[in-house]
């Protein structure tokens, strides 16, 4: 009975270490997925860092953005007429 009970405690010894050893393998495939994703993420994240930068440059550059730049001023320069013309009546 004694050498029974023994051969189910291996047994069941055996099956432990296997189930923990699983599970740290299993663990390590996630940490090491988690990791390779988290850097897929911050790769993704610096191309659209970059490519609004270069799209805001462009932006500026653009004759359109001068366009606008004058046409401001032309209407700042007509509010102040304006405002100007209304504080004399």
Known sequence: MGRLVTQYEENGTKLLDGVIRNRDIDKARVEKDLQRKKKELI?????AKGFVKMTKGSV????????EKQWRKKQEAIQDQLEEGRGME
């Open 43 to 47: 790769n993704i994240y610096n191309e």
């Open 60 to 67: 500026e550059r653009s004759p359109i953005a001068s366009f």
